[in-house]
């Protein structure tokens, strides 16, 4: 049987951070992964979204400025796009495996099954670990309707070899959303179905409508309180049947949310403590199971469950197996972004969860120079101070609202006053040159 100092179960951006911790203080290391090597992220999740997205992008700066020194909008080569995606993706799981090797870390392929506290199976082999990581992420839901078999997931759209004409989306989420805005950009007729009035409810509602508009005003349809009861196929396409309503499409995706992957680890013969929601973890990102640690989208908690937020908890957790006394993990403000068109963006204290003594300033950045030299249809800010009028929290709405999220997290992070930023000299025209007039 063989024995290593530490095991990690999941090669994604969290396992993979905590395995490279590990083996640079000198533990002997394996990282066991069952699926695609690099996790989620680059195969099937931000990265290749981001590509294409990149399309999305360009043809938006052109069609903002049509008849503004542009006459013809181009359109997106969806076949071209896929191809340049798979050059990022295509790669992934192999280079990952060679740079697991370059680094002296064992790896293998299979399904790890706990068969006690110390000891995991994988391909029949029984492995025996002084600790281990649990890194194994989600996956798409898929809504349990008559039917459900034709739904398509996040990942089936990303690798879609061609794009169909009409496409649906099920759900009120950043996928939802994204993925809506990549869809109709490339030319399908797009229709999110959610089942309540209130979509993306982590951000603020008065933002969302303002996105919604926007979106409307491009052609994408929405249909609200829409509970989706059956799909049906009929020849080449599917009708979506609810009460009261039913929508024709070539294609639905389900994005109605995301689910952790732990069934085949069976936990409970290691003693680990789970809810519906993932793996339950102390403040030092220990399980039930003092020698079980777990990072990433695996677990049961509150913060987003975002790609540099897995990396912060793989390295923290690789710190920690070191040292005991290492203290309880400290969550900087984290931004969350939505990259629809236009994107929209929050960190910290936003509007509805502000205290009565804070103050929230709305700031309408449209005829700003920054935005206005590229003609963009809105761009909004709302931000919150406190007493000491220091800045706790952002929301923002415009095409490059994840650029600014950004430079607004450091300003919180770092308690920068007016003051402080007053200080320096930052290029002009930039996103950072309008930061001292955003702040008080």
């Given at each position: 049987?063989?024995?290593?100092?530490?095991?990690?179960?999941?090669?994604?951006?969290?396992?993979?951070?905590?395995?490279?911790?590990?083996?640079?203080?000198?533990?002997?290391?394996?990282?066991?992964?069952?699926?695609?090597?690099?996790?989620?992220?680059?195969?099937?999740?931000?990265?290749?979204?981001?590509?294409?997205?990149?399309?999305?992008?360009?043809?938006?700066?052109?069609?903002?400025?049509?008849?503004?020194?542009?006459?013809?909008?181009?359109?997106?080569?969806?076949?071209?796009?896929?191809?340049?995606?798979?050059?990022?993706?295509?790669?992934?799981?192999?280079?990952?495996?060679?740079?697991?090797?370059?680094?002296?870390?064992?790896?293998?392929?299979?399904?790890?099954?706990?068969?006690?506290?110390?000891?995991?199976?994988?391909?029949?082999?029984?492995?025996?670990?002084?600790?281990?990581?649990?890194?194994?992420?989600?996956?798409?839901?898929?809504?349990?309707?008559?039917?459900?078999?034709?739904?398509?997931?996040?990942?089936?759209?990303?690798?879609?070899?061609?794009?169909?004409?009409?496409?649906?989306?099920?759900?009120?989420?950043?996928?939802?959303?994204?993925?809506?805005?990549?869809?109709?950009?490339?030319?399908?007729?797009?229709?999110?179905?959610?089942?309540?009035?209130?979509?993306?409810?982590?951000?603020?509602?008065?933002?969302?409508?303002?996105?919604?508009?926007?979106?409307?005003?491009?052609?994408?349809?929405?249909?609200?309180?829409?509970?989706?009861?059956?799909?049906?196929?009929?020849?080449?396409?599917?009708?979506?049947?609810?009460?009261?309503?039913?929508?024709?499409?070539?294609?639905?995706?389900?994005?109605?949310g995301r689910q952790p992957n732990m069934e085949s680890l069976d936990l409970d013969k290691a003693k680990v403590e789970t809810d519906k929601h993932g793996i339950v973890v102390n403040d030092y990102l220990q399980t039930s199971n003092p020698a079980i640690f777990a990072c990433g989208d695996i677990l049961s908690k509150r913060r987003p469950?975002?790609?540099?937020?897995?990396?912060?908890?793989?390295?923290?957790?690789?710190?920690?197996?070191?040292?005991?006394?290492?203290?309880?993990?400290?969550?900087?403000?984290?931004?969350?972004?939505?990259?629809?068109?236009?994107?929209?963006?929050?960190?910290?204290?936003?509007?509805?969860?502000?205290?009565?003594?804070?103050?929230?300033?709305?700031?309408?950045?449209?005829?700003?120079?920054?935005?206005?030299?590229?003609?963009?249809?809105?761009?909004?800010?709302?931000?919150?101070?406190?007493?000491?009028?220091?800045?706790?929290?952002?929301?923002?709405?415009?095409?490059?609202?994840?650029?600014?999220?950004?430079?607004?997290?450091?300003?919180?992070?770092?308690?920068?006053?007016?003051?402080?930023?007053?200080?320096?000299?930052?290029?002009?025209?930039?996103?950072?040159?309008?930061?001292?007039?955003?702040?008080?």
């Amino acid at each position: 049987m063989k024995k290593y100092d530490a095991v990690v179960i999941g090669s994604g951006v969290a396992g993979l951070s905590a395995a490279y911790g590990l083996r640079e203080a000198g533990k002997t290391v394996l990282v066991a992964e069952e699926d695609l090597w690099g996790g989620t992220c680059p195969n099937r999740g931000c990265d290749p979204k981001k590509v294409l997205l990149s399309g999305v992008e360009a043809r938006n700066r052109i069609k903002q400025l049509q008849n503004k020194g542009f006459d013809e909008l181009p359109t997106v080569n969806w076949e071209e796009l896929q191809a340049f995606k798979r050059t990022f993706t295509d790669p992934v799981p192999e280079d990952r495996k060679q740079q697991l090797s370059t680094a002296g870390i064992d790896h293998l392929t299979g399904t790890a099954r706990f068969l006690d506290e110390s000891t995991i199976e994988i391909n029949g082999e029984k492995i025996l670990a002084d600790q281990f990581v649990l890194a194994t992420g989600q996956r798409p839901t898929i809504l349990p309707v008559e039917g459900k078999e034709y739904l398509k997931t996040s990942a089936d759209f990303l690798s879609l070899s061609s794009l169909p004409k009409r496409i649906v989306f099920i759900g009120g989420g950043y996928i939802a959303f994204e993925l809506a805005t990549i869809a109709h950009a490339a030319g399908s007729e797009v229709t999110i179905v959610h089942h309540n009035q209130r979509p993306l409810k982590a951000f603020e509602e008065s933002m969302v409508q303002l996105l919604i508009d926007q979106m409307k005003k491009e052609g994408i349809t929405f249909a609200f309180d829409v509970n989706t009861q059956k799909i049906v196929q009929e020849g080449d396409s599917y009708r979506l049947i609810a009460e009261g309503t039913e929508i024709i499409a070539d294609a639905i995706f389900c994005s109605t949310g995301r689910q952790p992957n732990m069934e085949s680890l069976d936990l409970d013969k290691a003693k680990v403590e789970t809810d519906k929601h993932g793996i339950v973890v102390n403040d030092y990102l220990q399980t039930s199971n003092p020698a079980i640690f777990a990072c990433g989208d695996i677990l049961s908690k509150r913060r987003p469950k975002l790609t540099p937020v897995a990396t912060f908890e793989g390295n923290y957790v690789a710190q920690r197996m070191q040292d005991e006394t290492y203290p309880a993990i400290q969550y900087p403000v984290i931004p969350t972004i939505v990259y629809a068109s236009p994107k929209m963006a929050m960190v910290g204290i936003t509007k509805s969860n502000a205290a009565s003594s804070d103050q929230v300033v709305e700031v309408d950045m449209t005829n700003w120079f920054t935005y206005h030299r590229v003609n963009e249809p809105i761009a909004k800010a709302q931000l919150t101070f406190d007493q000491r009028d220091q800045l706790i929290g952002a929301s923002v709405l415009s095409e490059q609202a994840d650029e600014l999220i950004d430079d607004l997290t450091l300003l919180i992070n770092q308690k920068m006053m007016k003051k402080d930023l007053d200080r320096y000299i930052m290029g002009y025209p930039t996103l950072a040159s309008d930061l001292s007039y955003l702040l008080k």
